[in-house]
């Protein structure tokens, strides 16, 4: 299965490259069955992976003149910060059994894995919508709500912290809307703050976690390379088509899971 890993690896950074995003929604379920790892030690090696391919993607764009580090500052504060506290205080204190419904133990591993599931399907509903974002073409800083600002970065640090996720589905729309950001510069942004919040919180894991260092690279390397695989096949194929297809697949993929993890465990 590791073969599949790792050519499922390599897949995600296409993915990435072609689409823009989304492809990080599978690295938790890639980590789990085809490499075999613990699902809360699959969610930090997740952030180590989806941190590093995202700080690429936003080296690229902010080349481009396409990330605004401001307005990544700005609006990552809180959630950089719940991340971190998340990962060093509230992870390493979740108990093995959380509860039990009718004499079934919900464990830790089940409940993270029913969880990234539902988040794989909200994914899918963003990219399979496919409705575009129109923002104006300038900041509008006078429509900038600071305590929405919080309460929305706290949320995505909440997603990001527990299940090693981006959340880019749920960033670009918020820097739209919120910062009034044009789509492209808000895409760039995005990345950048899915790239600190994703390091920051896997720094909080570390003494937490036995990491295994070669393998984790061996990963991101390849995740890394497929950026720029699928940014070159992104030029000659139909990324709003890819991005649909996509979302179909990571939605059979997230109802799977759901049905792996809660019927036939």
């Known amino acids: 299965m590791e073969v599949f890993g790792y050519v ?4 995600i950074g ?49 080349r481009k003149g396409l990330v605004n580090v401001k307005a990544a500052l700005l609006f990552g504060a809180s959630s950089i910060v719940t991340v971190f506290l998340t990962r060093k205080f509230i992870v390493p204190a979740i108990p093995k059994t959380i509860f039990f419904i009718g004499g079934v133990a ?3 591993s089940l409940l993270t894995m029913v ?3 539902i988040l794989m399907l909200l994914a899918s ?12 073409e300038k900041e509008c800083k006078d429509c900038i709500r600071f305590g929405k600002l919080v309460i929305y970065g706290t949320a995505i640090g909440l997603v990001t912290g527990l299940l090693g996720a981006g959340g880019g589905f749920l960033l670009i729309p918020a820097l739209v809307f919120l910062l009034k950001l044009p789509m492209k510069t808000a895409i760039g942004t995005s990345l950048l703050i899915i790239a600190l919040n994703s390091l920051v919180g896997f720094t909080g894991d570390l003494g937490h ?21 699928g940014g070159a096949l992104g030029k000659k194929l139909s ?25 036939f465990k």
């Open 8 to 11: 499922a690896s390599l897949l």
């Open 239 to 263: 990324s709003e088509k890819l991005k649909k297809g996509f979302g179909w697949f990571v939605l059979v993929m997230g109802i799977y899971i759901i049905i792996k993890e809660t019927l």
């Open 209 to 229: 976690f036995a990491i295994d260092w070669r393998f984790l690279l061996k990963v991101t390397l390849l995740a890394t390379t497929g950026i720029f695989i």
């Open 14 to 62: 296409i993915s990435l490259g072609l689409i823009g995003g989304g492809g990080s929604i599978l690295t938790v379920p890639v980590m789990v069955y085809l490499f075999g790892l613990q699902p809360l030690l699959a969610t930090s090696y997740s952030l180590f992976i989806v941190g590093s391919t995202s700080l690429v993607g936003a080296f690229n764009n902010f």
């Open 115 to 117: 969880l990234f599931a």
């Open 125 to 136: 509903f963003s990219m399979i919508r496919n409705k575009k974002v129109q923002a104006e």
């Open 106 to 108: 919900i464990t830790e």
